[in-house]
């Protein structure tokens, strides 16, 4: 696995976020429920193998380091924009979602349901956000570790919010059901694509 001044931006990127994302979670409202242990375990589980596959060296498995794209400045400065493009969607749902955030499955005190601004385009930006910059930074790197590592993300964040959907869906009955109908889980249009398919004639 290498290392250069090329991987200073990414870096960078991914530190800032992280940096912004510990100090935001200081001020959000009390929790009233959350998930059991057990399934927060699993979600860590899944997690894990993310940073892993980055930051360990490949000479375990070397096939791991192996490259599906070519080592090139158009390739890196692609990856880096849709690193900038999938942190930035993130962000954006963190600062609109505002106290009601919460970095494990929980309902808080006087929970509010926010379907506007990106929660208008998926009903999950921070890990449509995520996973796009996971994606990024997989093509940055352009071995197989990055794509394995997207998998293991998704995987994590499949799982956790089948569990924040019943958490909604008990909290807001009517509501969330309605919301669910129109805006899809994690793909930007996923449902508007289908419609316009389903109304074009034969």
């Not at 979600?43 to 193998?49: D, Q, R, V």
Request: charged share 15%; with cysteine; proline share 7%.
């Amino acid at each position: 696995m290498r290392y250069s001044p090329y991987d200073l931006p990414l870096l960078a990127l991914w530190l800032g976020w992280l940096a912004y994302w510990l100090i935001a979670s200081w001020d959000v409202k009390p929790v009233r429920r959350k998930e059991s242990w057990v399934t927060r375990f699993l979600t860590i589980a899944l997690t894990l193998p993310v940073a892993a596959l980055f930051a360990l060296p490949g000479s375990w498995l070397p096939w791991l380091s192996a490259r599906f794209l070519p080592d090139t400045i158009p390739v890196y400065a692609l990856g880096l924009l849709i690193v900038v493009a999938g942190l930035a969607f993130a962000v954006w749902a963190r600062v609109h979602l505002g106290r009601n955030w919460s970095g494990t499955v929980t309902v808080k005190e006087d929970h509010a349901l926010v379907c506007s601004g990106p929660y208008a385009i998926v009903r999950h930006p921070i890990y449509t956000g995520l996973l796009i910059a996971i994606l990024g930074t997989a093509i940055v790197f352009g071995q197989w570790r990055g794509l394995i590592a997207f998998c293991f993300l998704a995987a994590a964040y499949l799982f956790k919010l089948r569990r924040e959907e019943r958490f909604m869906a008990e909290s807001f009955p009517d509501a969330y059901r309605r919301y669910r109908a129109r805006v899809p889980a994690l793909v930007p249009f996923l449902y508007a694509g289908a419609r316009m398919r389903a109304d074009t004639p034969d």
